[in-house]
C-alpha cells in the first residue's frame, strides 16, 4: 500500500525567505505527482503536477522537483510571502491496471510566512 | 475559471440522522471523486465515478454512505444514519478522463454531527 510522508509537520518562517517542503512515498512505481495548497477551512487549490517522466514543474515562485528512483519529491518556495501560508500537500498517484486510480495524499505541512 | 461547485458548505446534523452532499464538476470532466478529510489528515478517497459508473468504492462505509452520478454529471453523497466519527469534511474533485490529468477540489462540505 502506497504510503506518503511529508516533512516537516509545520513551518514557521520570516517574510522573504527560500523554503522547501518534503515529500516521500513508498511504492516508486507512481504515474503522476501532485502538490495542493489549503488554506484553513477550504478545499484544495492544485499547485503543480508532475508527470513520472518529468524530473521538475516550475509556476511562477513555486518549483517543484521528483526523484521516482529515491520516493521523494521537493517544493521550493522563494522569496516567502505572508499570503503563502496554509497548508500545502503533497499527493501521488500510482499507474492503474484497469485504467483508473486515484490520489494518495500526505497529511500536509503546515506553513506560517511572518511579516 | 471553471469551478467544481458543493453544497451544502456547512451542515450539523444530530447522530442517526441522514445528511446528503451535492456536486457539480467542472463541465466535461468525466471522472468525479469523493474524499473524506479528518482535521490534521490527507484526504482519503471514498468513492470515484467515471461517468455515470462507480470504479472505485472500495474505502466506502456502505453500510451508511451511498453515492450516485445518475447522468455522468452531478452526484450526491449521503450518509444515512449519520454517526458522530463522520464528522469531518467532505470534498469533491473532478478531473478529465486520463489519469494523467490534474484533479480540481471544490471548496467542501463541512459536516458536524452532534
Known amino acids: 500500500k502506497q504510503e506518503v510522508t511529508q516533512i516537516p509537520a509545520a513551518l514557521s518562517v520570516p517574510e522573504g525567505e527560500n523554503l522547501v517542503l518534503n515529500c516521500s512515498f513508498t511504492?516508486?512505481?507512481?504515474?503522476?505527482l501532485q502538490w495542493f495548497r489549503q488554506d484553513p477551512g477550504k478545499g484544495l487549490t492544485s499547485l503543480l503536477l508532475?508527470?513520472?517522466?518529468?524530473r521538475e514543474q516550475t509556476s511562477g515562485r513555486l518549483n517543484a522537483s521528483l526523484d521516482k528512483s529515491s520516493g521523494r519529491s521537493t517544493l521550493y518556495i522563494a522569496a516567502s510571502q505572508p499570503g503563502d501560508s496554509a497548508t500545502y500537500l503533497c499527493?501521488?498517484?500510482?499507474?492503474?491496471?484497469?485504467?483508473?486510480?486515484?490520489?494518495?495524499f500526505g497529511k500536509g505541512t503546515m506553513l506560517l510566512v511572518s511579516p | 475559471e471553471a469551478e467544481v461547485a458543493q453544497s451544502p458548505r456547512y451542515k450539523i446534523t444530530e447522530k442517526s440522522q441522514a445528511v446528503a452532499f451535492w456536486c457539480d464538476p467542472i463541465s466535461g470532466h468525466a471522472t468525479l471523486y469523493w474524499y473524506r478529510q479528518i482535521l490534521g489528515q490527507g484526504p482519503e478517497l471514498l468513492v470515484q465515478?467515471?461517468?455515470?459508473?462507480?470504479?472505485?468504492d472500495s474505502q466506502l462505509p456502505k453500510d451508511r454512505f451511498s453515492a450516485e452520478r445518475l447522468k455522468g454529471v452531478d452526484s450526491t453523497l449521503k450518509i444515512q444514519p449519520a454517526e458522530l466519527g463522520d464528522s469531518a469534511m467532505y470534498l469533491c474533485?473532478?478531473?478529465?478522463?486520463?489519469?494523467?490529468?490534474?484533479?480540481?477540489f471544490g471548496e467542501g462540505s463541512w459536516l458536524t454531527v452532534v
Open positions: 465515478f467515471q461517468d455515470e459508473s462507480v470504479v472505485d
Open positions: 474533485a473532478s478531473s478529465l478522463r486520463n489519469s494523467g490529468n490534474t484533479i480540481y
Open positions: 511504492d516508486s512505481a507512481i504515474y503522476n
Open positions: 508532475i508527470q513520472s517522466s518529468q
Open positions: 499527493a501521488v498517484r500510482l499507474p492503474a491496471g484497469s485504467g483508473y486510480s486515484t490520489l494518495t
